[in-house]
């Protein structure tokens, strides 16, 4: 028994509570949001934004989940500081709650990064949904949005705004788009996918600042000189994790490989403890550290936290699946393994570190061989012991399927298919509960449709 909080409602949290509920029958737990809404799907929020899904889409637990795990769910409940010594959160209120275990889930906050102009009316971001309403209301049709920076929520944000009927303009600092994780290949791939959509892409200068017009922006300025013009933009220049109400601004924090932080009684989960130097979100990780929190709050062991980088996401219809080291840099002692055929919609490729182990994958438009891949970089498998039927799937385009998979439509999840599987078969996502029928792709890809 004991008082548990949990603070944050998204898919750490609430999958925090789910598992603490079966370890603990009898405890209180609390789960505390400052958004007016239970758990909700938020990458679905850019197709919420171009009108592609109804808001019922959006939800992933209603009030009956609440109530059948006697969760007290608070919500618009902003949790301003927390006295570790005292064992109480401070609500935004006034009120002061009382916990036994804590579990801080509360996410990454985007912005810009402190460029001059970001907080001018039209800076916009597309991390809640009560952002996604606000976009989605003021419709984009004869408008103009700039989006700037790297990371999952800039590209998710030019195909939202996109997808809503704006005049989108990309612009990214570098050469290229997120060279975080993609190379030169596989980025143009995507920048093809996104001018076909109708974006504009603008590479090569950081931002400088964004101008205004009587307190409402007017244009993004890069270093270069150029200026971007619009009525809304979408500035994603910095990912961080958001612990403000912790000791210290949270600056000193610090979470153990069990998801323990420097104070007693206090865990960390999700993407909160991500590296903040990445524009990385992942739900999937998210999911599963969320479970991790809810065995160790307790009091069970959990495997050292998961810190592999799995991005699954979509770019422009495109599945992105890409896990581990995913660039190599000249004379870096890394390699590289890629297939000859031309790059149109579709990009595979292994990176082997000096002693020929596999350390990463990229795969883009056909996602089959994920599942196989993750396991084998986290066996850390040799390039003389990968499946000789893996090898020929990803680069003998000849070469008859064995791996299957498809994409959740939802939280991008890779699920793994029994060889069987074949268009109209009815699956449902283990991570977001979601269920989606199989369609043929391309090839002998599969791809989801969610069912209605
Ligand atoms: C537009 C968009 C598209 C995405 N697409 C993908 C995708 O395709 N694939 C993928 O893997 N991931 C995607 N993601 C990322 C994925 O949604 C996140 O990885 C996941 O939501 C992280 O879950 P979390 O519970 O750790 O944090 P969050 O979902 O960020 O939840 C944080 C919670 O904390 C609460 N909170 C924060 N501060 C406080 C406070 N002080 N007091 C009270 N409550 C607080 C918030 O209200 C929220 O409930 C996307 C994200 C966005 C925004």
Redesign the pocket.
């Known amino acids: 028994m004991g008082k548990y909080v949990i603070?944050?409602?998204?898919?750490?949290?609430?999958r925090a509570a789910e598992v603490l509920r079966g370890q603990q029958p009898d405890a209180e737990i609390t789960l505390?949001?400052?958004?007016d809404y239970p758990f909700y799907r938020?990458?679905q929020?850019?197709d919420f934004v171009a009108g592609k899904v109804a808001g019922a889409a959006l939800w992933g637990k209603r009030s009956e989940f609440y109530d059948r795990e006697r969760l007290e769910l608070r919500l618009s409940?902003?949790?301003?500081s927390v006295d570790a010594d005292a064992g109480k959160v401070r609500l935004a209120s006034g009120e002061e709650v009382g916990y036994d275990s804590l579990l801080v889930?509360?996410?990454?906050q985007?912005d810009g990064g402190g460029l001059p102009g970001e907080k001018l009316d039209g800076v916009v971001c597309?991390?809640?949904l009560d952002q996604a309403k606000a976009l989605r209301e003021s419709g984009g049709e004869g408008r103009r949005a700039v989006v700037y920076g790297d990371g999952?929520?800039a590209l998710?944000?030019v195909r939202?705004l996109a997808g809503a009927g704006f005049a989108t303009t990309y612009a990214v600092p570098g050469p290229r788009i997120w060279p975080d994780v993609l190379d030169e290949d596989a980025a143009d791939i995507a920048a093809a996918r996104l001018r076909a959509a109708g974006a504009e892409l603008v590479t090569g200068s950081p931002a400088e600042r964004v101008a205004g017009t009587d307190g409402r922006a007017r244009a993004l300025v890069l270093a270069n000189g150029t200026e971007l013009e619009g009525e809304v933009f979408g500035v994603c220049a910095r990912y961080r994790p958001?612990l403000?109400?912790l000791p210290g601004d949270g600056g000193a924090f610090a979470v153990a490989e069990d998801l323990t932080t420097p104070w007693e009684g206090i865990w960390a989960?999700?993407?909160?403890t991500s590296d903040p130097s990445r524009g990385y979100?992942?739900?999937?990780?998210?999911w599963r550290e969320?479970a991790a929190a809810g065995v160790a709050m307790a009091g069970g062991a959990v495997e050292p936290a998961d810190k592999l980088d799995l991005?699954?996401?979509?770019i422009y219809g495109l599945s992105l699946v890409a896990i581990g080291k995913t660039t190599v840099a000249y004379r870096s002692g890394f390699s590289e393994m890629r297939g000859e055929y031309p790059y149109g919609e579709f990009y595979k490729k292994l990176v082997f570190d000096p002693d020929d182990v596999l350390v990463g994958a990229v795969l883009l438009g056909g996602i089959a061989e994920a599942g196989a891949l993750e396991e084998a970089i986290r066996g850390r498998t040799k390039k003389a012991d990968l499946d000789a039927g893996l090898l020929h799937q990803m680069f003998d385009r000849t070469y008859r399927t064995e791996y299957l998979g498809v994409q959740c439509p939802v939280?991008?999840h890779e699920i793994q298919l029994s060889p069987g599987a074949a268009a109209g078969d009815l699956v449902t996502c283990p991570i977001c509960g979601v269920d989606f029928r199989l369609e043929r792709g391309q090839g002998a890809a599969f791809v989801a449709k969610i069912a209605r």
């Open positions: 603070i944050g409602n998204g898919v750490t949290g609430t505390m949001t400052e958004e938020r990458p929020l850019p409940c902003r949790v301003e889930a509360t996410g990454r985007v597309l991390k809640t999952l929520v998710e944000m939202a958001a403000s109400f989960a999700g993407d909160v979100f992942n739900w999937l990780r998210s969320g991005l699954n996401m979509q939280c991008r």
